[in-house]
């Protein structure tokens, strides 16, 4: 959500900003349904103060025992123009909310202008590919050769998109969530939390995800929706809540299934756990003091990178341009772990300031200490990392010429000591 005073203040900063983007501007049509508001407001105003006065006229005539037919007909009158007035008001302001509820977080800045994914920016590369003497398998085929990645049993089950893990794999995944649990809530100072999977409407809109992109999600039939992310029950956390400063920043953790329709992918990645409806990751989410938010952004993205650094899989960092960030985001990272069955790098994480987008939608503010006013908190969000996509590159990056494949040694306490998986004989 967006400052309607900014607006106001600056509409052509606005537009500009939209433009960086790639949109058109929306400053006009809000600043119309906002003059319309707040002259709405002045009606009301005018018109209650008026039946405040006529009644108290009609008072003293009454007591004076003269007529006040008059004047009660003006009450009667003033009345239909308060109704009215509040009826303008309340119609004015849900076009608002519609329009602005409609439109992305402004980007910071100092993030990259460019149309789409090309104009995003590389900042840093680290680890080196491993180079093979065999022709290295892609994750689906080193699975089926185990026999422990079934996605025909799972279409069965659910149809296109869905995977069946098994025997060591499946360890292999809890062993990864487990991993990185323990690193963000032992070394990173996170706090570990197990939300609900199903939500209502308002959390969703709280974090953005409704009211433009409800064909991304599930919905079941009782109106809840299932999380595309531990993001929107985590953030919402704080929804509605006014806290005292001296609590930011709170970090949270969390290790859940995530379901998304991928309305808009069709044809892309169905080979593959690449992109499923239902994945399991651990969420990063901070909320933080404006005044610190950049450099949580720059600590968030750091304590996912060391997940990564600890599994020893080479991966890049990249700043994302105006045209490729999410619809919330101020400014997004995104982290990005090599493959080498597919020669190229691929997102494993995004990590993300909203500034005080999301808290204007979910009212979560903080009093700073000694003061009278409140202030919207910045939240941020990223994956700590993708557990699916992370068994990914595992797998890739960890295969040997004979079909199996070496265990990370920072898994082996997760995995009974055990340093390879090979196929069931």
């Known amino acids: 959500m967006h400052d309607i ?3 106001r203040d600056n509409p052509q900063a606005f537009d500009e900003a939209l433009a960086r983007r790639g949109l058109p501007p929306s400053a006009a049509r809000i600043l119309e349904h906002d003059q319309r508001r707040r002259a709405a407001q002045t009606a009301f105003q005018e018109a209650q103060s008026r039946r405040n006065e006529v009644s108290r006229q009609v008072g003293v005539v009454k007591k004076q025992g003269g007529d006040a037919q008059a004047l009660m007909e003006e009450v009667a009158a003033l009345k239909d123009r308060i109704a ?6 309340r119609d004015a302001a849900q076009a608002i909310d519609r329009l602005l509820l409609a439109i992305p977080n402004l980007p ?4 990259p202008d460019g149309p789409d994914e090309t104009a995003n920016v590389e900042l840093r590369r680290v680890g080196t590919p491993r180079q093979f003497d065999f022709e290295p398998l892609q994750h689906d085929a080193i699975g089926a050769k185990l026999g422990m990645m079934d996605f025909e049993a799972a279409a069965k089950l659910s149809g296109a998109r869905f995977v069946v893990l098994k025997d060591k794999l499946a360890r292999l995944e809890r062993a990864l969530g487990a991993f990185m649990l323990d690193l963000q809530t032992g070394e990173h100072g996170y706090q570990e939390v197990n939300p609900p ?4 409407d308002d959390p969703l809109y709280g974090t953005g995800q409704l009211p433009k992109f409800g064909e991304d999600l599930f919905r079941v039939n009782t109106g809840h929706w299932l999380i595309p992310t531990a993001e929107v029950p985590l953030t919402n956390l704080v929804y509605g809540d006014l806290l005292d400063e001296a609590r930011l920043p709170i970090r949270m953790t969390a290790q859940t299934p995530c379901f998304r329709s991928e309305a808009g992918a069709a044809g ?15 969420e990063l989410v901070s909320i933080a003091h404006p005044d610190q938010s ?18 020893g899989l080479p991966y890049r960092v990249i700043v994302l341009c105006t045209g490729d960030m999410g619809f919330s985001s101020r400014k997004t990272y995104d982290i990005e772990v090599w493959l080498p069955a597919q020669n190229t790098y691929r997102e494993i994480s995004s990590c993300s300031n909203c500034g005080d987008f999301q808290a204007r939608r979910m009212n979560a503010r903080f009093r700073p200490a000694g003061g009278k006013n409140t202030r919207f ?3 941020l969000n990223g994956s700590g990392l993708a557990v699916g ?4 590159a595992v797998l890739e990056n960890y295969q040997q010429a004979d079909g199996s494949v070496v265990i990370p040694e920072v898994l082996r306490p997760y995995m009974r000591g055990e340093d390879v998986i090979r196929a069931n004989v």
């Open 5 to 7: 005073k900014l607006i």
């Open 84 to 89: 009215a007035a509040e009826a303008g008001e």
């Open 108 to 111: 910071a800045e100092d993030v």
């Open 197 to 200: 999977l199903l939500v209502r």
């Open 268 to 282: 892309k990645d169905t080979r593959g756990m690449i992109r499923m409806h239902q994945f399991t990751k651990v």
């Open 294 to 311: 950049a450099e949580e952004h720059e600590r968030m993205t750091a304590c996912a990178e060391e997940v990564l650094k600890r599994l």
């Open 377 to 379: 908190v910045h939240t």
């Open 389 to 392: 996509r992370t068994l990914v």
